[in-house]
């Protein structure tokens, strides 16, 4: 590509990304879901034209079956295109996953639960892991069987606070006033407990997860972890 292209390449993404249709890194956005008018004025298209989502479809292998109806584009923040870029999820998944969860929940004794069901919510202890190290916890689960892991499923899993306000990161940096152009030096905490998933160990009966607190500060109160084989 010549540098006469290159320029009007650029050009373009630039435009696009004042229209709102480029994301923070970079990556197209999807069109939203919205009324086909507003306060009886005409959206401009291809807003306003899906009124209902679809049914999920068949695929044929790798992906399951009955898989995967619209999803919901979430651009993850990464700078300078590092990937990943843009994730998705369903907005069953999303619905169906937090009623799921909000009507099986156990409550965690010596950082482990049992639950055979396919998913769930786990309320943990009071945890005081501190900045760089360990949490593990256990799931025992008759579901989880070795069809299950032979197959290739993985389960799914997230954590997040309860009453704990810990495991935040510091951030720092400078501020540019949109107004004078003056730089000034800020300094505070990230909203979120800074939790890492590095290791998932299904077994036959059971599953074993590690997260890392890649925070500043130690945890200092319960979590919750979603799961959903």
Request: some cysteine; glycine content about 10%; overall charge neutral.
């Amino acid at each position: 590509m010549n540098t006469t292209w290159k320029a009007r390449v650029l050009a373009a993404v630039l435009a696009l990304g004042v229209a709102g249709l480029v994301s923070a890194a970079g990556m197209f956005v999807f069109p939203q879901v919205v009324p086909g008018t507003y306060n009886s004025v005409a959206l401009p298209a291809p807003d306003g034209i899906y009124t209902q989502v679809q049914p999920g479809q068949n695929f044929t292998p790798p992906i399951p079956s009955n898989c995967c109806g619209p999803f919901v584009p979430m651009d993850t923040n990464q700078t300078g295109g590092a990937a990943p870029a843009t994730v998705r999820a369903t907005p069953f998944q999303i619905a169906g996953t937090l009623l799921e969860g909000i009507n099986n929940t156990q409550t965690s004794t010596v950082h482990a639960a049992t639950s055979n069901t396919l998913g769930g919510v786990v309320v943990t202890e009071s945890l005081s892991t501190a900045a760089g190290a360990s949490y593990t916890f256990t799931l025992t689960n008759s579901v989880l069987n070795t069809a299950y892991i032979t197959a290739g499923y993985i389960p799914q899993v997230a954590i997040y606070s309860l009453s704990n306000t810990g495991g935040r990161a510091n951030l720092s940096g400078n501020v540019t006033s949109s107004s004078t152009g003056n730089q000034s030096a800020f300094s505070g905490l990230a909203n979120t407990a800074q939790m890492t998933l590095v290791s998932a160990t299904p077994a036959n009966g059971s599953v074993v997860w590690v997260w890392r607190n890649d925070g500043t500060t130690a945890l200092n109160g319960t979590m919750f972890i979603a799961w959903h084989l």
